[in-house]
């Protein structure tokens, strides 16, 4: 029977030293992961523990054992004692102490976090960071006068038929989009009108737009941060290059049926979105 330590310097279980009292030996663990952590701790060159091999409790930490009762005493279990109990070393324990060796040899193990610990933790601390980007960007988004509106928006990358003018009163800020003539001039496909108190106006070719065209970006008649209005200007831009493309596909249409009435054709024409 085997009756000493494997760990270097240890003298537990040999004849000529005394013996601690409550010092355990300890079969070395089937989990090869943790047993391999184990001969790791001890440092003995080109050693593998045999089937035989112990290491004693005086190698562990109080950390790695819990208290196990085997009392089946039911007026003793009732006591503050607890009952009769026995240290039982922790399946995931790793050997840290050996005072006898040099200190590079031991060190103390880092006591392990739950994986659901650390997932928590990770989680909050992610949420918490968002939440004050959100509240840096929302801050950040907010308009503060129709002056600083205009320095903003000639900032961001808007549609490049887009033209921002402030009134000289600097009462009303206009949003232009310009598009081609006819006679290879320029005009306005839109104009977005925002007043000292936010409030704004649409127009689409000259006539005015109903506020619940653009009900998908905002529910009011205010504008309250830039993300709005470059929103408002994508829309409004995008209608007015359909509204375009559908003149362009009328005018087409007028061309081809005037050109077959004058070679003698009957045509039928159809003119629709496809």
Known sequence: MVNSCCAISCRLGYKDEDEPPDVMLHRFPEDASVKAAW?????????????????CSLHFVASDYVKETRDTNQTRQKEKSGGLKRKILKKDAVPSQFPNIPKYFSHAMPQQRSTAALSTSRLAREMESLQVATKAFLSADKIQSLGWLKDQLQKETLPSSTNVKMESSGNCLNIFGLSHAENDGLMVSYNIQISSTLHYCLFLDGNSLPQAEISHILNN???????????????????????????????????????ARSKGQETVLFVGAT
Request: hydrophobic share 40%.
């Open 221 to 259: 008649d205010t504008f309250t941060t830039v993300s709005q209005v470059i929103n408002a200007v994508a829309f409004m831009n995008n209608k007015a290059s359909q509204e375009n493309t559908a003149d362009e596909h009328i005018e087409l249409g007028i061309q081809h049926l005037g050109v």
């Open 39 to 55: 001969v790791k701790a001890i440092s003995r060159d080109d050693w593998e523990p045999a089937p035989h091999s112990r290491l």
